[in-house]
């Protein structure tokens, strides 16, 4: 893919970011949503890809937009396949909390796993920890496993839980091992590429979360070396048919990083909406907004962290999809 193209994917999630900001704190998650999925489109109109969406919000008949086979950007330039998650924790931001995150990863065609919309057993671990865990194995001793590979105890680990009922035995297992738990109200991406990061203070990931966001944070671990194991976890026959019909003939089979994001030439972007352990939330000023974003290419392992200063005087368009 070209090399240019990862700072265009970082407009698309900018733009999302920017929008879904807008309804910090007021309490209608659809809005917040609907903006960010219209301002991530109207930039993706932009680009000069033949994109085809393959995790999206839904499919043709639940959403107006950004739903799994779309067809997204100008048609003329490389074919690719598209994840995106404009609002990755609506509640986050109807209630202004911390944690929401805009999300984009673009990869080859036939490269990111078709994940239905359904829920994935996860766990993930930054590079230093890569090939230390095993979603079969009892939590204490992947604890043990991970706490050796970063050269720490485990009484120093965090893990972060998604704060869900089906989640007590897991949150008891850790604290008996003696781990650090983070709980977390909605949004496993932003923790789970956070463990490739030594400043984020989070080590490892794990739970039940929807399986589109597993391959979203696998496809950033794949530009970092980290590493991520899942397994779909149906929880009716009609969405086990459903993951068959998309490729996934067991639907209880593990998946490894190599099923969830095949190949190395992938971009990933993300660009903070309220502020995580990943990325800085939007800041608005009286002449626009401040947004934080990290952007990353597999096949060279470059990672930036790009802080943009938008003139909303300058960009029209984008005040006007920053307003309701």
């Given at each position: 893919?070209?090399?240019g193209l990862t700072l265009e994917i970082a407009r698309v999630t900018e733009a999302a970011a920017l929008a879904a900001a807008r309804w910090l704190g007021r309490g209608d998650k659809i809005a917040a949503d609907d903006a960010a999925v219209t301002a991530m489109r109207a930039v993706f109109?932009?680009?000069?890809?033949?994109?085809?969406?393959?995790?999206?919000?839904?499919?043709?008949?639940?959403?107006?937009?950004?739903?799994?086979?779309?067809?997204?950007?100008?048609?003329?330039?490389?074919?690719?396949?598209?994840?995106?998650?404009?609002?990755?924790?609506?509640?986050?931001?109807?209630?202004?909390?911390?944690?929401?995150?805009?999300?984009?990863?673009?990869?080859?065609?036939?490269?990111?796993?078709?994940?239905?919309?359904?829920?994935?057993?996860?766990?993930?671990?930054?590079?230093?920890?890569?090939g230390s865990i095993n979603l079969d194995a009892p939590v204490k001793e992947n604890l043990k496993s991970v706490s050796s590979a970063l050269g720490k105890s485990v009484?120093?680990?965090?893990v972060v839980i998604l704060d869900r009922p089906r989640h007590n035995k897991i949150i008891q297992e850790v604290r008996e091992a003696g781990a650090r738990i983070k709980l977390i109200s909605d949004g496993d991406v932003a923790p789970a590429v956070a463990t490739a990061f030594d400043h984020s203070g989070v080590d490892i990931m794990m739970g039940i979360g929807g399986a589109p966001e597993?391959?979203?944070?696998?496809?950033?671990?794949?530009?970092?070396?980290?590493?991520?194991?899942?397994?779909?976890?149906?929880?009716?026959?009609?969405?086990?048919?459903?993951?068959?019909?998309?490729?996934?003939?067991?639907?209880?089979?593990?998946?490894?990083?190599?099923?969830?994001?095949?190949?190395?030439?992938?971009?990933?972007?993300?660009?903070?909406?309220?502020d995580?352990?990943?990325?800085?939330?939007?800041?608005?000023?009286?002449?626009?907004?401040?947004?934080?974003?990290?952007?990353?290419?597999?096949?060279?392992?470059?990672?930036?962290?790009?802080?943009a200063i938008h003139r909303f005087d300058k960009k029209p368009q984008w005040k006007k999809m920053c307003t309701d």
């Amino acid at each position: 893919m070209e090399r240019g193209l990862t700072l265009e994917i970082a407009r698309v999630t900018e733009a999302a970011a920017l929008a879904a900001a807008r309804w910090l704190g007021r309490g209608d998650k659809i809005a917040a949503d609907d903006a960010a999925v219209t301002a991530m489109r109207a930039v993706f109109d932009s680009i000069d890809v033949d994109g085809t969406v393959v995790i999206g919000e839904g499919e043709m008949d639940e959403a107006p937009m950004l739903y799994i086979g779309e067809k997204v950007g100008t048609g003329k330039g490389l074919k690719v396949d598209i994840a995106v998650d404009p609002l990755e924790g609506t509640n986050i931001v109807a209630k202004g909390l911390t944690g929401a995150i805009a999300v984009v990863a673009v990869a080859e065609t036939g490269c990111l796993l078709h994940a239905p919309d359904m829920y994935m057993d996860k766990i993930a671990v930054g590079p230093k920890a890569a090939g230390s865990i095993n979603l079969d194995a009892p939590v204490k001793e992947n604890l043990k496993s991970v706490s050796s590979a970063l050269g720490k105890s485990v009484s120093d680990l965090t893990v972060v839980i998604l704060d869900r009922p089906r989640h007590n035995k897991i949150i008891q297992e850790v604290r008996e091992a003696g781990a650090r738990i983070k709980l977390i109200s909605d949004g496993d991406v932003a923790p789970a590429v956070a463990t490739a990061f030594d400043h984020s203070g989070v080590d490892i990931m794990m739970g039940i979360g929807g399986a589109p966001e597993g391959v979203l944070a696998a496809a950033a671990l794949k530009c970092m070396g980290g590493e991520m194991q899942g397994r779909l976890v149906p929880e009716t026959e009609e969405e086990i048919v459903r993951a068959q019909k998309m490729g996934l003939k067991d639907v209880h089979q593990l998946l490894t990083m190599n099923d969830l994001v095949k190949c190395e030439d992938v971009i990933f972007a993300a660009s903070g909406i309220t502020d995580s352990s990943l990325l800085k939330g939007v800041l608005f000023n009286a002449t626009g907004a401040i947004t934080h974003t990290v952007v990353m290419r597999g096949k060279t392992g470059t990672i930036r962290f790009i802080e943009a200063i938008h003139r909303f005087d300058k960009k029209p368009q984008w005040k006007k999809m920053c307003t309701d």
